[in-house]
């Protein structure tokens, strides 16, 4: 009974992390796709290129991610 109670318990957590949006990118998960997006991402590669609209300075009308100060954007933003 105990072990039981103890297993859900580790599922619940991992699931309340897991749903808890805005932290994925620091558990190392990948993001959506820019390939979703072509018209606005054709020809970007570079973090800078990235961060000119995406920098939450900028006022450009991208989504600001939290996690702007990561550096290679496109491991996680380049899916098929
Ligand atoms: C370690 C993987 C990883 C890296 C590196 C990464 N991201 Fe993300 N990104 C994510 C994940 C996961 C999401 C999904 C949203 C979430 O839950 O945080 C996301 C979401 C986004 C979004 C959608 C807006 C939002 O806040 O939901 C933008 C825009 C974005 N990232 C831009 C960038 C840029 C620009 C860089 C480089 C400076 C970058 N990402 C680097 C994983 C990453
Ligand atoms: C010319 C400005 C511009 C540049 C440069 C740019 N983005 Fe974006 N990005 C946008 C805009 C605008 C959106 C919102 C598009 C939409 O929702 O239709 C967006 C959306 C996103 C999203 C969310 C896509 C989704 O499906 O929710 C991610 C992730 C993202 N960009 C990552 C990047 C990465 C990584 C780079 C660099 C390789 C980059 N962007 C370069 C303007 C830009």
């Given at each position: 009974m105990k072990k039981h109670a103890l297993s859900s318990f580790l599922l619940l957590s991992a699931l309340l992390v897991a749903g808890c949006g805005g932290y994925k990118a620091y558990m190392g998960l990948h993001g959506p796709s820019?390939?979703?997006?072509?018209?606005?991402?054709?020809?970007?590669?570079?973090?800078?290129?990235?961060?000119e609209c995406h920098h939450p300075d900028r006022e450009t009308d991208a989504?600001?991610?939290?996690?702007?100060?990561?550096?290679?954007?496109?491991?996680?933003?380049?899916?098929?």
């Open positions: 820019i390939r979703n997006t072509p018209d606005v991402h054709e020809n970007v590669s570079l973090d800078q290129e990235c961060l989504p600001k991610p939290r996690h702007y100060k990561f550096t290679g954007c496109l491991k996680c933003h380049n899916e098929a």
